[in-house]
C-alpha cells in the first residue's frame, strides 16, 4: 500500500557536492510533502516541507524541487557537509491526517 | 530533547514476556501516535491517538496493545511477541490532524529472542 516511493536507497557524496534524493507519490490529494531527516540513534525530524502549488522551496542549503504533473518531488542539498551524513525521510500528507513516508536514503558525506 | 521522550530506549525480552514502552510528550499537542521502524521501510503507522481516544488501528496484531491515559501521555503494552517484531518502535505527537508534521521521540529499539 505504499504511496511514496523513494529514490536511491543510499547515496554517497563528496563533501561540498550536491546530494539529490527523489521521491514520487501515486495519490493526488496528498495536501503537503515533508522531509524528515534522521540521525542514528535519533527519531526523525522535521526538516523542510513544500506546498503543492509551490514549485520550490529553499532553506539554507536545502531545497525541494515539486513537479506536480509529474507527481515528483526531490530534496537538494547543496554544499553537503559531513554533518549531513543520516537517514533522510519523504513523506505526503493530507490536512485530514493521513501521512505517508518513504523508505528512506541514507545519506554518507566524504570528508 | 525533542519534547516527545521515549522509555526505555533499549529492550530485550522473550517472547513469553510482557513488557511496556511509554511515551511522554511536553509539547502541549493533541495527538500521539505509535509507528515501527525496520530496516530499509517505510515508517509503519500503528496507531492514533487523538485527545486521548483511539482514532486509528492499522491491522496491528493484538499482542500490541496501546494505552492512551491522557494527551501527554502513550504506551504500547508488548507480550507474547515474535523475533519478526524487533525494530524501532517511535512515538510522535502533532497538534491537530499532524499534516505539517510530526515531532519524535528518540524511539526505543526492541529486540524480540
Known amino acids: 500500500q505504499q504511496q511514496v516511493k523513494q529514490s536511491p536507497q543510499s547515496l554517497i557524496v563528496q563533501k561540498g557536492g550536491i546530494s539529490i534524493i527523489n521521491c514520487a507519490y501515486e495519490?493526488?490529494?496528498?495536501?503537503?510533502f515533508p522531509w524528515y531527516q534522521q540521525f542514528p540513534g535519533k527519531g526523525p525530524a522535521l526538516l523542510i516541507a513544500?506546498?503543492?502549488?509551490?514549485s520550490e522551496k529553499k532553506e539554507g542549503r536545502f531545497t525541494i524541487s515539486f513537479n506536480k504533473s509529474a507527481k515528483q518531488f526531490s530534496l537538494h542539498i547543496m554544499d553537503s557537509q559531513p554533518g549531513d551524513s543520516a537517514t533522510y525521510f519523504c513523506?505526503?500528507?493530507?490536512?485530514?491526517?493521513?501521512?505517508?513516508f518513504g523508505a528512506g536514503t541514507r545519506l554518507t558525506v566524504k570528508p | 530533547e525533542t519534547g516527545v521522550t521515549q522509555t526505555p530506549r533499549h529492550l530485550v525480552m522473550g517472547m513469553t514476556n510482557k513488557k511496556s514502552l511509554k511515551c511522554e510528550q511536553h509539547?502541549?499537542?493533541?495527538?500521539m501516535y505509535w509507528y515501527k521502524q525496520s530496516a530499509k521501510k517505510p515508517l509503519e503507522l500503528m496507531f492514533v491517538?487523538?485527545?486521548?481516544?483511539?482514532?486509528e488501528n492499522n491491522s496491528v496484531p493484538s499482542r500490541f496493545s496501546p494505552e492512551c491515559p491522557n494527551s501527554s501521555h502513550l504506551f504500547l503494552h508488548l507480550h507474547t511477541l515474535q523475533p519478526e517484531d524487533s525494530a524501532l518502535y517511535l512515538c510522535?505527537?502533532?497538534?491537530?490532524?499532524?499534516?505539517?508534521?510530526?515531532?519524535f521521540g528518540s524511539g526505543t529499539r526492541l529486540t524480540v529472542v
Open positions: 513523506a505526503a500528507s493530507k490536512v485530514s491526517g493521513d501521512m505517508r
Open positions: 510522535a505527537s502533532s497538534q491537530g490532524s499532524g499534516a505539517f508534521g510530526y515531532t
Open positions: 509539547l502541549g499537542h493533541n495527538a
Open positions: 495519490n493526488t490529494a496528498f495536501d503537503y
Open positions: 491517538y487523538n485527545f486521548k481516544e483511539q482514532t
Open positions: 513544500i506546498r503543492p502549488d509551490v
